[in-house]
Protein backbone atom coordinates (compact mmCIF):
# COMPACT_ATOMS: atom_id res chain seq x y z
CA UNK A 1 0.00 0.00 0.00
CA UNK A 2 1.37 3.39 -1.13
CA UNK A 3 1.80 6.43 1.18
CA UNK A 4 -1.34 8.44 -0.43
CA UNK A 5 -3.74 5.32 0.02
CA UNK A 6 -2.57 4.61 3.46
CA UNK A 7 -5.30 5.14 6.36
CA UNK A 8 -2.82 4.88 8.42
CA UNK A 9 -1.09 8.77 7.39
CA UNK A 10 -3.24 9.70 4.89
CA UNK A 11 -6.50 11.91 5.84
CA UNK A 12 -8.79 11.15 2.95
CA UNK A 13 -7.91 7.50 2.39
CA UNK A 14 -8.70 7.47 6.06
CA UNK A 15 -12.43 9.01 6.21
CA UNK A 16 -12.90 6.65 2.76
CA UNK A 17 -11.78 3.64 5.09
CA UNK A 18 -14.09 4.56 7.88
CA UNK A 19 -17.17 5.58 5.52
CA UNK A 20 -17.01 1.90 4.09
CA UNK A 21 -16.68 0.54 7.17
CA UNK A 22 -19.81 2.84 8.27
CA UNK A 23 -21.75 1.67 5.35
CA UNK A 24 -20.91 -1.98 6.15
CA UNK A 25 -21.90 -1.93 9.31
CA UNK A 26 -25.74 -1.43 8.37
CA UNK A 27 -25.68 -4.20 6.53
CA UNK A 28 -27.02 -7.45 7.39
CA UNK A 29 -24.09 -9.86 8.88
CA UNK A 30 -24.69 -12.45 6.22
CA UNK A 31 -24.37 -9.51 3.84
CA UNK A 32 -21.33 -8.05 5.48
CA UNK A 33 -19.79 -11.91 5.30
CA UNK A 34 -20.31 -12.01 2.09
CA UNK A 35 -18.26 -8.45 1.22
CA UNK A 36 -15.60 -10.25 2.66
CA UNK A 37 -15.68 -13.33 0.69
CA UNK A 38 -16.07 -11.69 -2.21
CA UNK A 39 -12.74 -9.88 -1.45
CA UNK A 40 -10.82 -13.10 -0.65
CA UNK A 41 -7.57 -12.95 -2.92
CA UNK A 42 -7.64 -16.77 -2.97
CA UNK A 43 -11.90 -17.51 -3.09
CA UNK A 44 -11.65 -19.86 -6.14
CA UNK A 45 -9.35 -21.97 -4.28
CA UNK A 46 -12.09 -21.90 -1.34
CA UNK A 47 -14.60 -22.41 -3.75
CA UNK A 48 -12.69 -25.76 -5.24
CA UNK A 49 -12.04 -26.90 -1.32
CA UNK A 50 -15.85 -26.58 -0.75
CA UNK A 51 -16.91 -28.08 -3.62
CA UNK A 52 -14.81 -31.20 -3.24
CA UNK A 53 -16.38 -31.97 0.28
CA UNK A 54 -19.42 -31.87 -1.77
CA UNK A 55 -21.14 -28.79 0.21
CA UNK A 56 -20.73 -29.90 3.57
CA UNK A 57 -22.10 -28.23 5.97
CA UNK A 58 -19.78 -28.56 9.27
CA UNK A 59 -16.72 -28.71 7.73
CA UNK A 60 -13.10 -29.68 9.97
CA UNK A 61 -10.20 -27.47 9.20
CA UNK A 62 -7.18 -29.12 9.34
CA UNK A 63 -3.75 -27.56 8.75
CA UNK A 64 -0.44 -29.84 8.04
CA UNK A 65 1.71 -31.47 5.38
CA UNK A 66 2.31 -34.69 3.63
CA UNK A 67 5.25 -35.77 2.25
CA UNK A 68 6.26 -39.10 0.25
CA UNK A 69 9.89 -40.60 -0.20
CA UNK A 70 11.37 -42.33 -1.85
CA UNK A 71 12.69 -44.93 1.02
CA UNK A 72 16.02 -45.86 -0.51
CA UNK A 73 17.42 -42.13 -1.74
CA UNK A 74 15.37 -39.76 0.44
CA UNK A 75 14.12 -38.02 -2.56
CA UNK A 76 11.29 -36.35 -2.12
CA UNK A 77 8.49 -37.72 -4.31
CA UNK A 78 5.42 -36.10 -3.97
CA UNK A 79 4.72 -32.88 -1.12
CA UNK A 80 1.31 -30.80 -0.16
CA UNK A 81 1.29 -28.62 2.20
CA UNK A 82 -1.63 -26.46 3.43
CA UNK A 83 0.63 -23.04 3.45
CA UNK A 84 -0.88 -22.14 0.36
CA UNK A 85 -4.50 -22.83 1.07
CA UNK A 86 -6.81 -20.40 2.24
CA UNK A 87 -5.97 -19.45 5.21
CA UNK A 88 -3.56 -21.99 5.81
CA UNK A 89 -5.61 -24.91 6.32
CA UNK A 90 -7.28 -27.45 4.24
CA UNK A 91 -11.28 -28.35 4.57
CA UNK A 92 -12.59 -31.93 4.71
CA UNK A 93 -15.95 -33.52 5.23
CA UNK A 94 -17.70 -33.99 8.93
CA UNK A 95 -18.66 -37.25 7.72
CA UNK A 96 -21.91 -36.85 10.17
CA UNK A 97 -24.52 -39.42 8.77
CA UNK A 98 -27.23 -37.70 10.35
CA UNK A 99 -29.65 -35.67 7.70
CA UNK A 100 -30.15 -32.95 10.22
CA UNK A 101 -27.05 -31.58 10.73
CA UNK A 102 -25.40 -32.44 7.23
CA UNK A 103 -26.86 -33.11 4.13
CA UNK A 104 -24.63 -33.77 2.25
CA UNK A 105 -22.14 -36.03 4.20
CA UNK A 106 -25.41 -37.65 5.25
CA UNK A 107 -26.54 -38.55 1.60
CA UNK A 108 -22.99 -40.45 0.90
CA UNK A 109 -23.35 -42.22 4.22
CA UNK A 110 -26.25 -43.36 3.10
CA UNK A 111 -24.49 -44.27 -0.85
CA UNK A 112 -22.12 -46.20 1.24
CA UNK A 113 -24.76 -47.90 3.36
CA UNK A 114 -26.80 -49.05 0.07
CA UNK A 115 -24.00 -50.65 -1.56
CA UNK A 116 -22.17 -52.54 1.76
CA UNK A 117 -25.56 -53.88 1.94
CA UNK A 118 -26.30 -54.66 -1.24
CA UNK A 119 -22.78 -56.66 -2.15
CA UNK A 120 -23.71 -58.89 0.78
CA UNK A 121 -26.97 -59.54 -1.03
CA UNK A 122 -25.74 -59.75 -4.45
CA UNK A 123 -22.16 -60.07 -4.73
CA UNK A 124 -19.85 -56.89 -5.77
CA UNK A 125 -17.32 -54.97 -3.68
CA UNK A 126 -14.73 -58.35 -2.86
CA UNK A 127 -17.78 -60.41 -2.44
CA UNK A 128 -18.33 -63.07 -4.85
CA UNK A 129 -22.19 -63.10 -6.52
CA UNK A 130 -22.85 -66.40 -5.11
CA UNK A 131 -24.12 -65.29 -1.89
CA UNK A 132 -27.08 -64.46 -4.13
CA UNK A 133 -27.65 -68.41 -3.97
CA UNK A 134 -27.29 -68.43 -0.17
CA UNK A 135 -30.67 -68.15 1.99
CA UNK A 136 -31.72 -64.87 3.10
CA UNK A 137 -34.29 -63.39 5.45
CA UNK A 138 -35.18 -59.50 5.52
CA UNK A 139 -36.15 -59.53 9.53
CA UNK A 140 -38.11 -56.83 11.76
CA UNK A 141 -37.22 -57.06 15.42
CA UNK A 142 -39.91 -54.57 17.20
CA UNK A 143 -39.53 -53.74 21.03
CA UNK A 144 -42.22 -54.97 23.49
CA UNK A 145 -45.08 -52.66 24.56
CA UNK A 146 -44.52 -50.36 27.97
CA UNK A 147 -48.34 -49.05 27.99
CA UNK A 148 -50.87 -48.31 24.89
CA UNK A 149 -49.84 -45.36 22.37
CA UNK A 150 -52.02 -43.53 19.58
CA UNK A 151 -51.60 -45.02 16.78
CA UNK A 152 -51.86 -44.43 12.79
CA UNK A 153 -55.21 -45.32 11.42
CA UNK A 154 -57.86 -47.37 14.23
CA UNK A 155 -56.51 -46.15 17.15
CA UNK A 156 -57.58 -47.94 20.15
CA UNK A 157 -61.75 -48.50 20.64
CA UNK A 158 -63.03 -46.42 22.89
CA UNK A 159 -63.70 -48.04 25.81
CA UNK A 160 -66.20 -47.21 29.43
CA UNK A 161 -63.45 -48.40 31.54
CA UNK A 162 -60.64 -45.81 33.06
CA UNK A 163 -56.99 -46.75 34.47
CA UNK A 164 -56.32 -45.74 38.17
CA UNK A 165 -55.01 -42.29 37.22
CA UNK A 166 -58.88 -41.35 35.78
CA UNK A 167 -57.39 -41.80 32.05
CA UNK A 168 -59.75 -43.78 29.49
CA UNK A 169 -58.26 -47.45 28.47
CA UNK A 170 -59.20 -46.70 24.88
CA UNK A 171 -58.84 -43.56 22.05
CA UNK A 172 -61.43 -44.13 19.42
CA UNK A 173 -60.30 -41.93 16.62
CA UNK A 174 -58.70 -42.42 13.35
CA UNK A 175 -55.43 -40.78 13.16
CA UNK A 176 -53.79 -40.22 9.71
CA UNK A 177 -50.17 -40.91 9.42
CA UNK A 178 -49.47 -37.42 9.99
CA UNK A 179 -51.31 -36.74 13.48
CA UNK A 180 -48.98 -35.92 16.15
CA UNK A 181 -50.57 -37.53 18.23
CA UNK A 182 -49.27 -40.94 17.14
CA UNK A 183 -46.79 -42.59 19.37
CA UNK A 184 -47.89 -40.88 22.71
CA UNK A 185 -48.95 -42.77 24.95
CA UNK A 186 -52.95 -42.66 26.31
CA UNK A 187 -52.03 -42.17 29.83
CA UNK A 188 -48.41 -40.72 30.67
CA UNK A 189 -49.14 -42.19 34.12
CA UNK A 190 -49.84 -45.71 33.52
CA UNK A 191 -46.85 -45.37 30.98
CA UNK A 192 -43.43 -47.73 31.72
CA UNK A 193 -41.03 -45.05 31.08
CA UNK A 194 -38.05 -46.65 33.13
CA UNK A 195 -38.94 -50.00 31.22
CA UNK A 196 -38.61 -47.78 27.74
CA UNK A 197 -35.47 -46.64 28.29
CA UNK A 198 -34.09 -49.75 29.74
CA UNK A 199 -34.94 -51.49 26.88
CA UNK A 200 -33.29 -49.21 24.68
CA UNK A 201 -29.69 -49.37 26.43
CA UNK A 202 -30.08 -52.87 26.09
CA UNK A 203 -31.24 -53.49 22.94
CA UNK A 204 -27.48 -53.99 21.58
CA UNK A 205 -26.92 -56.45 24.00
CA UNK A 206 -30.45 -58.33 23.24
CA UNK A 207 -29.08 -58.22 19.07
CA UNK A 208 -26.00 -59.90 20.06
CA UNK A 209 -27.92 -62.68 22.59
CA UNK A 210 -29.98 -63.45 19.22
CA UNK A 211 -27.49 -64.28 17.00
CA UNK A 212 -25.56 -66.33 19.58
CA UNK A 213 -29.01 -68.03 20.20
CA UNK A 214 -29.52 -68.57 16.57
CA UNK A 215 -26.43 -70.80 16.01
CA UNK A 216 -27.49 -72.96 19.72
CA UNK A 217 -31.39 -72.98 17.89
CA UNK A 218 -29.58 -74.43 14.29
CA UNK A 219 -27.89 -76.85 16.20
CA UNK A 220 -31.02 -78.06 18.06
CA UNK A 221 -33.07 -78.29 15.03
CA UNK A 222 -30.07 -80.47 13.13
CA UNK A 223 -28.31 -82.30 16.15
CA UNK A 224 -25.48 -81.03 15.91
CA UNK A 225 -23.58 -80.11 19.13
CA UNK A 226 -23.70 -76.29 19.84
CA UNK A 227 -19.99 -75.82 19.25
CA UNK A 228 -19.25 -77.84 15.84
CA UNK A 229 -21.84 -76.04 14.62
CA UNK A 230 -19.95 -73.09 14.34
CA UNK A 231 -17.45 -74.89 12.17
CA UNK A 232 -20.24 -76.07 9.52
CA UNK A 233 -22.22 -72.74 8.80
CA UNK A 234 -22.01 -69.15 9.29
CA UNK A 235 -24.54 -66.81 10.14
CA UNK A 236 -23.93 -63.19 8.80
CA UNK A 237 -25.94 -60.39 9.54
CA UNK A 238 -26.23 -56.48 8.98
CA UNK A 239 -28.99 -54.83 11.30
CA UNK A 240 -29.89 -50.75 11.21
CA UNK A 241 -31.54 -49.62 14.32
CA UNK A 242 -34.79 -47.25 13.97
CA UNK A 243 -37.12 -45.73 16.28
CA UNK A 244 -40.71 -45.89 16.10
CA UNK A 245 -42.89 -42.86 16.79
CA UNK A 246 -43.16 -43.78 20.78
CA UNK A 247 -39.55 -43.77 20.82
CA UNK A 248 -38.46 -46.99 21.19
CA UNK A 249 -35.69 -48.74 18.90
CA UNK A 250 -36.38 -52.05 16.62
CA UNK A 251 -34.01 -53.50 14.36
CA UNK A 252 -34.06 -54.24 10.43
CA UNK A 253 -31.77 -57.19 9.49
CA UNK A 254 -30.39 -58.56 6.89
CA UNK A 255 -30.04 -62.60 7.87
CA UNK A 256 -27.84 -64.85 5.86
CA UNK A 257 -26.13 -68.29 6.14
CA UNK A 258 -22.90 -69.13 4.84
CA UNK A 259 -20.57 -72.09 4.72
CA UNK A 260 -18.11 -71.78 7.68
CA UNK A 261 -15.59 -69.56 5.61
CA UNK A 262 -18.26 -67.03 4.79
CA UNK A 263 -19.61 -65.97 1.55
CA UNK A 264 -17.34 -67.46 0.05
CA UNK A 265 -17.82 -71.21 0.88
CA UNK A 266 -21.78 -72.47 0.08
CA UNK A 267 -23.84 -73.66 3.30
CA UNK A 268 -24.50 -76.99 3.98
CA UNK A 269 -27.44 -78.87 1.95
CA UNK A 270 -29.93 -78.56 5.16
CA UNK A 271 -28.95 -74.93 5.86
CA UNK A 272 -32.57 -73.83 4.06
CA UNK A 273 -34.07 -70.89 3.93
CA UNK A 274 -37.00 -72.47 5.45
CA UNK A 275 -34.97 -73.63 8.30
CA UNK A 276 -33.43 -70.10 8.71
CA UNK A 277 -36.91 -68.68 9.17
CA UNK A 278 -37.51 -71.33 11.31
CA UNK A 279 -34.81 -70.32 13.86
CA UNK A 280 -34.96 -67.04 13.43
CA UNK A 281 -38.28 -66.73 15.28
CA UNK A 282 -37.89 -69.23 17.72
CA UNK A 283 -34.21 -67.84 18.68
CA UNK A 284 -36.11 -64.66 18.92
CA UNK A 285 -39.20 -65.46 21.39
CA UNK A 286 -36.39 -67.27 23.90
CA UNK A 287 -34.00 -64.22 24.32
CA UNK A 288 -34.46 -62.41 27.47
CA UNK A 289 -32.57 -60.26 29.31
CA UNK A 290 -32.82 -59.68 33.22
CA UNK A 291 -33.30 -55.82 34.01
CA UNK A 292 -30.57 -54.37 36.07
CA UNK A 293 -30.71 -54.56 39.33
CA UNK A 294 -32.25 -51.21 41.19
CA UNK A 295 -34.28 -50.12 44.04
CA UNK A 296 -35.55 -47.71 41.96
CA UNK A 297 -38.01 -49.70 39.82
CA UNK A 298 -39.54 -53.45 39.47
CA UNK A 299 -37.77 -56.17 38.58
CA UNK A 300 -38.44 -58.01 35.26
CA UNK A 301 -36.82 -58.98 32.19
CA UNK A 302 -35.94 -57.29 29.00
CA UNK A 303 -37.11 -59.50 25.68
CA UNK A 304 -37.78 -58.68 22.13
CA UNK A 305 -41.75 -57.71 21.28
CA UNK A 306 -44.43 -60.59 19.67
CA UNK A 307 -44.07 -58.86 16.45
CA UNK A 308 -41.57 -60.07 13.81
CA UNK A 309 -41.67 -60.06 10.36
CA UNK A 310 -39.46 -62.11 8.73
CA UNK A 311 -39.54 -62.19 4.97
CA UNK A 312 -37.40 -64.30 2.47
CA UNK A 313 -35.33 -62.40 -0.13
CA UNK A 314 -36.09 -63.24 -3.40
CA UNK A 315 -32.92 -61.41 -5.52
CA UNK A 316 -35.59 -59.17 -8.50
CA UNK A 317 -37.24 -62.14 -9.84
CA UNK A 318 -41.21 -61.01 -8.48
CA UNK A 319 -41.16 -61.67 -4.69
CA UNK A 320 -42.15 -59.38 -2.64
CA UNK A 321 -39.37 -58.07 -1.61
CA UNK A 322 -36.10 -57.46 -3.63
CA UNK A 323 -32.57 -57.25 -2.87
CA UNK A 324 -32.12 -53.36 -4.61
CA UNK A 325 -34.88 -52.79 -2.35
CA UNK A 326 -34.32 -53.51 0.86
CA UNK A 327 -30.43 -52.17 0.67
CA UNK A 328 -32.27 -48.93 -0.04
CA UNK A 329 -34.03 -49.37 2.73
CA UNK A 330 -31.76 -50.01 5.22
CA UNK A 331 -30.00 -46.90 3.94
CA UNK A 332 -32.16 -44.61 3.91
CA UNK A 333 -32.28 -44.87 8.41
CA UNK A 334 -28.78 -44.83 8.55
CA UNK A 335 -29.80 -40.66 7.41
CA UNK A 336 -32.18 -40.64 10.56
CA UNK A 337 -32.01 -40.98 14.32
CA UNK A 338 -33.62 -39.93 16.94
CA UNK A 339 -35.00 -36.66 15.75
CA UNK A 340 -37.72 -39.37 13.65
CA UNK A 341 -39.40 -39.53 16.95
CA UNK A 342 -39.32 -36.15 17.95
CA UNK A 343 -36.74 -36.38 19.97
CA UNK A 344 -32.75 -34.22 19.56
CA UNK A 345 -29.99 -34.67 17.45
CA UNK A 346 -27.35 -33.41 19.85
CA UNK A 347 -26.29 -34.39 23.80
CA UNK A 348 -27.97 -32.71 26.49
CA UNK A 349 -25.48 -31.33 29.25
CA UNK A 350 -27.89 -30.45 32.16
CA UNK A 351 -31.38 -30.69 33.70
CA UNK A 352 -32.63 -27.35 32.70
CA UNK A 353 -31.76 -28.60 29.00
CA UNK A 354 -34.66 -31.01 29.19
CA UNK A 355 -36.72 -28.48 30.38
CA UNK A 356 -35.93 -26.44 27.63
CA UNK A 357 -36.70 -28.74 24.58
CA UNK A 358 -38.92 -28.02 22.43
CA UNK A 359 -40.39 -31.59 21.99
CA UNK A 360 -43.82 -33.66 22.99
CA UNK A 361 -44.30 -34.08 26.41
CA UNK A 362 -43.70 -38.21 26.56
CA UNK A 363 -39.86 -37.30 24.44
CA UNK A 364 -39.36 -34.87 27.29
CA UNK A 365 -40.34 -37.66 30.09
CA UNK A 366 -38.22 -40.30 27.94
CA UNK A 367 -34.95 -37.44 28.44
CA UNK A 368 -35.87 -36.95 31.54
CA UNK A 369 -36.27 -40.57 32.85
CA UNK A 370 -32.96 -41.23 31.01
CA UNK A 371 -31.43 -38.43 32.87
CA UNK A 372 -32.68 -39.39 36.40
CA UNK A 373 -32.32 -43.65 35.99
CA UNK A 374 -28.44 -42.06 34.36
CA UNK A 375 -27.56 -40.85 38.28
CA UNK A 376 -28.30 -44.14 39.82
CA UNK A 377 -24.80 -45.41 40.75
CA UNK A 378 -25.63 -49.19 39.30
CA UNK A 379 -26.81 -47.78 36.04
CA UNK A 380 -23.67 -45.78 35.64
CA UNK A 381 -22.31 -48.50 33.01
CA UNK A 382 -25.17 -47.41 31.15
CA UNK A 383 -23.76 -44.04 30.44
CA UNK A 384 -27.28 -42.93 30.48
CA UNK A 385 -26.50 -38.94 30.80
CA UNK A 386 -23.98 -39.27 27.71
CA UNK A 387 -27.26 -40.97 25.26
CA UNK A 388 -30.03 -39.67 26.86
CA UNK A 389 -30.77 -37.48 23.65
CA UNK A 390 -30.74 -40.94 21.97
CA UNK A 391 -33.75 -42.02 24.90
CA UNK A 392 -30.69 -44.39 26.31
CA UNK A 393 -29.80 -46.06 23.14
CA UNK A 394 -26.03 -46.14 23.46
CA UNK A 395 -25.34 -48.62 20.03
CA UNK A 396 -24.12 -47.95 15.97
CA UNK A 397 -27.09 -47.44 13.37
CA UNK A 398 -25.55 -49.94 11.74
CA UNK A 399 -23.46 -53.04 12.28
CA UNK A 400 -22.52 -55.66 10.59
CA UNK A 401 -20.81 -59.05 10.90
CA UNK A 402 -17.41 -58.91 9.45
CA UNK A 403 -18.17 -61.77 6.81
CA UNK A 404 -21.22 -60.37 5.52
CA UNK A 405 -19.44 -57.70 2.70
CA UNK A 406 -17.13 -54.90 2.00
CA UNK A 407 -16.60 -52.44 4.89
CA UNK A 408 -16.91 -48.67 4.75
CA UNK A 409 -13.25 -47.95 5.14
CA UNK A 410 -12.91 -49.57 1.31
CA UNK A 411 -16.28 -48.03 0.06
CA UNK A 412 -14.77 -44.97 0.39
CA UNK A 413 -10.86 -45.32 -0.18
CA UNK A 414 -11.85 -46.32 -3.56
CA UNK A 415 -14.64 -43.51 -3.53
CA UNK A 416 -11.11 -41.17 -3.03
CA UNK A 417 -9.61 -43.09 -5.50
CA UNK A 418 -11.87 -42.95 -8.44
CA UNK A 419 -12.20 -39.14 -7.92
CA UNK A 420 -8.41 -38.78 -7.90
CA UNK A 421 -7.89 -41.08 -11.04
CA UNK A 422 -10.73 -38.25 -12.49
CA UNK A 423 -8.97 -34.94 -11.45
CA UNK A 424 -5.63 -36.84 -13.22
CA UNK A 425 -3.93 -36.49 -9.74
CA UNK A 426 -1.25 -38.78 -8.16
CA UNK A 427 -1.87 -41.05 -5.99
CA UNK A 428 -0.67 -40.47 -2.76
CA UNK A 429 0.92 -43.65 -1.79
CA UNK A 430 0.16 -46.54 -4.28
CA UNK A 431 1.99 -45.61 -7.63
CA UNK A 432 5.35 -44.84 -6.98
CA UNK A 433 7.43 -47.87 -8.73
CA UNK A 434 9.92 -47.90 -5.55
CA UNK A 435 9.48 -48.07 -1.98
CA UNK A 436 7.97 -45.14 -0.31
CA UNK A 437 7.94 -43.78 3.12
CA UNK A 438 5.47 -41.12 4.38
CA UNK A 439 5.81 -38.60 6.56
CA UNK A 440 2.41 -36.91 7.63
CA UNK A 441 1.61 -33.96 10.45
CA UNK A 442 -1.72 -32.73 10.69
CA UNK A 443 -3.56 -30.59 13.15
CA UNK A 444 -7.11 -29.92 13.50
CA UNK A 445 -7.94 -26.15 13.79
CA UNK A 446 -11.59 -25.39 13.86
CA UNK A 447 -14.90 -26.79 12.07
CA UNK A 448 -17.95 -25.17 10.80
CA UNK A 449 -18.95 -22.04 8.16
CA UNK A 450 -19.46 -18.12 8.99
CA UNK A 451 -22.66 -17.22 7.77
CA UNK A 452 -21.96 -16.64 4.06
CA UNK A 453 -19.62 -19.61 3.98
CA UNK A 454 -22.74 -21.54 5.12
CA UNK A 455 -25.08 -20.14 2.37
CA UNK A 456 -22.57 -21.07 -0.46
CA UNK A 457 -21.78 -24.34 0.67
CA UNK A 458 -25.55 -25.37 0.65
CA UNK A 459 -25.97 -23.82 -2.96
CA UNK A 460 -23.28 -26.38 -3.78
CA UNK A 461 -24.76 -28.99 -2.42
CA UNK A 462 -28.21 -28.36 -3.78
CA UNK A 463 -26.44 -28.06 -7.52
CA UNK A 464 -24.88 -31.02 -6.68
CA UNK A 465 -27.76 -33.21 -5.79
CA UNK A 466 -30.12 -31.63 -8.59
CA UNK A 467 -26.95 -32.64 -10.99
CA UNK A 468 -27.18 -36.17 -9.34
CA UNK A 469 -30.96 -36.07 -10.31
CA UNK A 470 -30.75 -35.15 -13.62
CA UNK A 471 -27.89 -37.65 -14.22
CA UNK A 472 -29.96 -40.46 -12.99
CA UNK A 473 -32.86 -39.27 -14.72
CA UNK A 474 -30.49 -39.64 -17.84
CA UNK A 475 -29.42 -42.93 -17.18
CA UNK A 476 -32.93 -44.53 -16.56
CA UNK A 477 -34.32 -42.74 -20.11
CA UNK A 478 -31.18 -44.27 -21.91
CA UNK A 479 -32.38 -47.64 -20.31
CA UNK A 480 -35.67 -47.30 -21.88
CA UNK A 481 -34.41 -46.38 -25.03
CA UNK A 482 -32.50 -49.49 -25.31
CA UNK A 483 -34.98 -51.83 -23.78
CA UNK A 484 -37.31 -50.33 -26.68
CA UNK A 485 -34.18 -51.10 -28.74
CA UNK A 486 -33.42 -54.78 -27.89
CA UNK A 487 -37.39 -55.43 -28.17
CA UNK A 488 -38.15 -53.76 -31.92
Not at 16 to 43: K, N, S, T
Amino acid sequence: MTTGTNPYTDPAARRAFLDREARLRQLPPVDRDLVRLGEMPDLNRWLEQIRATGGCAEPVYLTGHTTTLDADTGEVLQHYSTTTEPGGRLAVRCRNRRATRCPSCSREHSGDTFHLVRSGLIGGKGVPETVRTHPRLFVTLTAPTFGPVHRAGDCHHSRRRHCEHGGRHGCGRTHPDTDPLIGQPLCADCYDYPGHILWNATAPALWKAFRDNLYHHVAARTGVGRTAIRTLIRVSTAKVAEYQKRGAIHFHAVIRFDGPDGPTSTPPPWATADLLLETVRSAAAAVALPRPESAAYGDGRLSFGTQLDAHPLTGGDGGRLTDDAVAAYVAKYTSKSAETAGAVDRRITTLADIRALHVTPHIQALIATAWRLGELPELQHLRLHTWAHMLGYRGHCLTKTHAYSTTYTRLRTDRAEHARALAGAPALYADWDTDTATESAWRFVGTGHTPAEALIAAGIAEDLATNREIAKDQLALERVRLSNDHLG
